[in-house]
């Protein structure tokens, strides 16, 4: 019971039994279908519609192009919104876009009375253009005399920043020793896609009095009511947004996708409900993707091993439209700067570039596994360099306990990064298998490898914290529990359920969590992103719940004619603080709280707790790997993530995220990439040429835990929900690093790509 | 939802027959599995389908009097893949057909809708091509068999007229008796894949299982159409079983095959994998046939120094 205990999910019998609603299973029948058409150029301007022949298309109700739409900008990232407007998100995008800035942007739409009328219209849409060449990549975009996305931002640079700690000038100090040693590399990751299983979908209507309702599968319902209100120029009260159960997000979800338009489709068409069901080609052109980051780096080391000083120049792929835009790759820099120590110092200098290519927002991470690439490659490179076992190089240069940003003030409070990695080495046997491994010959080679990295929890202080819970007791002692955090199939609700029986003093059983957001009925919160549920959502509640905790309490010392002080609840019982004697059950209570002729009371609590704190969370993945050098395939032999999340509130929880996120990791560093063609046209945009490895492609995941309690916690707890994905491709390339020698610079590790470098090292 | 204009269902081979002659937009659909899709992508958006769903005489498998094998070609793959004549008597088929896609699409897609599809990556095709398979095609004016030699005319186009319907595929006595054989599939994952290349093994050994009597090899994905490897072919006959035939063949194959460059594999690539899929093919069709292999298999077994941990 409560936190801690292995609690099964409180969702789990209507999901497993298909009962659980999700949007499309809400969806009135008689709604509207909306298409969108797309661009099929990459880059230019609409120069106009012919729309006759898909007009005639029986059952077509409206179509509506670019120059319908109202003339205001708005960006979509969910991030909360900022009172100061140099803080404020870009915003750079209209509902539908004359400027066409990638191959599949939203230029009309077709509202239909069914799915083939509105796609045989779509299909029958001749659109004129003006053509630019495609600028796909930062290669491209940053050339003299490209052609300009946003006018507002010559060069295509969205922003740079730039960031140093001690000397801050690499060169000064990789100058000022003899002997040092130096690495100077460029590394490169590639543009992949969340492949959540539910598409995006949504529906809206207007209620009776004129109200917009959204039905949505998105991450952050309070965001996307402020989003869709800025791009229609509305009201926010006007607009409720209701989230239901979602099928997964990764933060692709963690951005206004298609609300603002499905709202407008709506009004369009007279207020009727609208749906959109997007499709997965859709979602790979047309929604957000991960940054394609790369990075020149350099390190001076000493021959002893230590770290004297690291330099970085990143160039992040942003895409057509501003997204989160530099939060990301400002994100990497700070995570190399974070995770080793550079004895004299380092500098960063990061660039996010517009290109005539698929946005770029979050994704579960928020540029991290990119950084814990490059950083983690550039480790082992180091230790190579160096003749020093990986690991123990680690241990000599990692982030210390206590760490403390000099930036960002984000201080390491309950430290088990080392811990990690000894457990880690125990687990795999390190020690035996890299020295097993030396030196082998033949077509198949074994290797080993690791990686480690940080994460922070929540994004205190880069931006607000605010969270709001409300809890409602029943007429039977039971809770009605209401966060404005949201269920994202991470299992939010019933850690959220462990959270309240513990703090509450109930047994889980007793508590009932409102699992749908409604903006017009939820207490505000900004939702699921950023691993910041479990501890800053978690304040809120534990605030909340201890509010609550002291109104019965007193409602009980007014029934039993006892001190408030003296009295406890535990096992829905109102008990003695000191010999734990039942005294009076909850329900008693909540009958006579509600129904008393002499003293009636509603026993609720609501409280929102303005998070101005933030820690470190962190861990290690290792990997063995068995690479077969003709076929340039690496198979996982034993994968193993080692983390450091405080105290698990729900053990078997956790470790099923782990699994996750690992899975995750797996198809970042051997097969996912989405790629381009010369005109700017993804190439493979389906789930049959984009590679996600399959349940046959899944090794074993195996997950282990370091738990030290965090004190700024609300139960110990800090950041999990994405840190899973984060070290696995590294540890991959560093296990293949170890068996064949060949240093793979850039992801996916895909065998096409092995096989020429292998035939370059003369291995094959 | 799919856009198809009308679904006729036809009744039996001759109903289906007269359909298509009657509309010659019509499109013939069996599992769907390759008909819904192009429906679904907009590419045969709004077509007229003539059904071949649960047409009887189109489906199982069966030994004629002569020992020829017949498979109807509406079988699924996955019903092919268990079949006791198949898993008998050419398991190289079931092993080739049991690659294809995922569990849901080996129940519904079929073998005839494999080779009519006409592409070149069709698991099951270059697996026939080494069986010699035999295709009877019917139509308005009867009925013509064709070898699957002479069946594919380039990527997506086959001799079938828009008028007929594959009604069986039927393998030889003296094409699989006493033969061995081995499909391997490269994809960049191990299930839901469409194979960067294929890899179909035949081979018959001698008595003495020293040397080759015979062998047939023929790959997917190699060129525009499913290629056998004729002349590698048969100069591997009578040589003797080692890692000089295996890299004989490996060199040779590369002589016959055109493979291209697309986004998906360079030709670098793909003849890297064709000399590496020929060998592990025959090294692995070749020890099924009995004969000895050890130490030709060097892509099994992890060794250093020796010592292969288990």
Known sequence: MGV??????????????????????????????????????????????????????????????????PDILFGTPGHPWSVEKAHQDVQDRKLLNQRVRLYGDDIAAVIAENEVAAARAARLIRVEYEELPPIPEVEDAMKEGASVLHEEKAGNILAHSRMTVGEGDFEKSAGEEEDLLILDKVYQTQRVQHCHLELPVSFAYQDGNGKLVIVTSTQIPHIVRRVVGQALGMDWGQIRIIKPYIGGGFGNKQDVLYEPLNAFLCLQAGGRCVKMEISREETFTSTRVRHAIKCHVKAAVRKDGTLVARKLEAYSNQGGYASHGHSI?????????????????????????????ASAGAMRGYGIPQADFVTEAMTDDIARMLHMDPLEYRLKNCMEDGYRDPHTGITFHSYGLRQCIEK?????????????????????????????????????????????????????????????????????????????????????DKIYIVSTQDTDITPFDTGAYASRQTYVSGMALKQTAQMLKERILEYASEMLDLAADTLDIRNNEVVDKKSGDSLLSMKE???????SLSHSVHLTAESTFHCKNNTFSSGACFAEVEVDLAYGQV??????????????????????????????????G???????????????????????????????????????????????NKALGEPPAIPVAPALRNAVLHATGVAVDSLPMDPQKLTEAFKKAHLI | MYDIETLYQAKDVGDAVEALKKNPNAVLISGGTDVLIQIREGKLAGASLVSLHNIKELKGIRMEEDQTIWIGPASSFSSIANDPIIL??????????????????????????????????????????????????????????????????????????????????????????????????????????????????????????????DLRIAF????????????????AKGMEIGNDLLCFVAENVQSEVNPRSSWRASKEFRLLLIQEMAKRGLAEALGRAGADVTGLKYWENWQNGGEIDA
């Open chain 2, 220 to 235: 997917g994905v190699a060129a525009p159409t499913p290629i056998r490897c004729y002349k590698t072919e048969e100069g």
């Open chain 1, 635 to 668: 198979k996982v032999l034993k994968i193993l993530n080692v983390h450091d999340s405080g105290i698990l509130i729900n053990p078997k929880l956790a470790e099923a995220q782990v699994h996750g996120g690992m899975s995750m990791g797996l198809g970042y």
């Open chain 1, 4 to 69: 801690g205990a292995k609690t099964t999910r409180v969702d789990a019998y209507a999901k497993v039994t298909g009962q659980a609603k999700y949007t499309a299973d809400l969806m009135p029948e008689d709604a509207l279908c909306a298409k969108v058409v797309h661009s099929t150029i990459a880059n230019g301007w609409v120069k106009g519609f012919d729309l006759e022949e898909a007009q005639k298309v029986s059952g077509v109700v409206k179509i509506v192009t670019c120059f319908d739409v």
């Open chain 2, 88 to 213: 008998d008597k050419i398991p190289v088929l079931a092993e080739a057909v049991d690659t294809v896609g995922g569990p849901q699409i080996r129940n519904m897609g079929t073998i005839g809708g494999n080779v009519c599809n006409g592409v070149t990556s069709a698991d099951s095709a270059s697996t026939q091509f080494v069986l010699n398979a035999r295709l009877e095609l019917t139509g308005p004016s009867g009925i013509r068999q064709v070898p699957i030699s002479e069946f594919y005319t380039g990527p997506g186009r086959t001799v079938r007229s828009h008028d007929e319907v594959l009604t069986g595929i039927r393998i030889a006595r003296e094409d699989y008796e006493g033969y061995f054989g081995c499909y391997v599939k490269y994809g960049k994952r191990k299930a839901m894949e469409i194979a960067t290349l294929g890899c179909a093994v035949l081979v018959k050994v001698t008595e003495d299982k020293k040397r080759i009597e």
């Open chain 1, 589 to 595: 209570l909540a009958t006579e709280a509600f129904y």
């Open chain 1, 670 to 716: 051997l097969g996912e990439c989405l790629m381009y063609d010369k005109n700017g046209k993804p190439l493979n945009g389906n789930l049959l040429d984009y590679k996600m490895p399959t349940a046959m492609d899944t090794p074993n995941l195996d997950v282990e835990f370091v738990e030290v309690e965090d004190p700024t916690a609300p139960y110990g």
């Open chain 1, 424 to 508: 880690g080495r125990e687990k795999m046997h390190w020690d035996e298998k890299r020295r097993l491994y030396k030196d082998q010959t033949g077509m198949i080679r074994r290797g080993i490898g690791m990686a480690i990295f940080c994460y922070k929890t929540g994004v205190y202080p880069i931006s607000l914290e605010t969270a709001s819970c409300r809890m409602v007791l029943n007429q039977d002692g039971s809770i009605q529990l209401q966060m404005g955090a949201t269920e994202i199939g991470q299992g939010a609700d019933t850690v959220f359920t462990q959270m309240a029986a513990e703090s509450l003093g109930f047994t889980e």
């Open chain 1, 329 to 357: 790759v400002a994100n990497m820099a700070n995570m190399f700067k974070q995770l080793y120590h550079d004895e004299k110092g380092m500098e960063a200098d990061s660039y996010t570039v517009y290109t005539s290519s």
